[in-house]
């Protein structure tokens, strides 16, 4: 059974930093290709981030674009989002998520296919 488990989300001030972590089991981790998503109340579940198996490749939504960082420990099955100048609008609640189907680009939601519960992202201004 693949579990997905997030952790790391909380309160912030507008400008402050957040590590999310995400720590997989029941797949073989150091092959899968791991993306991070937000939702916000209201909107569509949303990209934000993806790194891929080896963790050589890495991809930001345009609005995180230089202030989120992703990166994966194999060893410990486990990816990151290290979030920095955090903005009110970045609150959400955040979703790591495993690409199982490769035929989808990176940012689209259907080509993942396995989801942690998420992890509240709240920022006060």
């Known amino acids: 059974q693949v579990q997905l488990v997030e952790s790391g989300g909380g309160l912030v001030q507008a400008g402050g930093s957040l590590r999310l972590s995400c720590t997989t089991s029941g797949r073989t981790f150091s092959g899968d290709n791991m993306g991070w998503f937000r939702q916000a109340p209201g909107k569509e579940r949303e990209f934000v981030a993806a790194?891929?198996?080896?963790?050589?490749?890495?991809y930001y939504a345009y609005s995180v674009k230089g202030r989120f960082t992703i990166s994966r420990d194999n060893a410990k099955n486990t990816v990151y989002l290290q979030m920095n100048s955090l903005k009110p609008e970045d609150a959400a609640v955040y979703y790591c998520?495993?690409?199982?189907?490769?035929?989808?680009?990176?940012?689209?939601?259907?080509?993942?296919?396995?989801w942690g519960q998420g992890t509240q992202v709240t920022v006060s201004s």
């Open positions: 998520a495993v690409r199982a189907n490769r035929f989808y680009n990176y940012y689209d939601i259907k080509g993942y296919d396995y």
């Open positions: 790194i891929w198996w080896s963790g050589g490749n890495t």
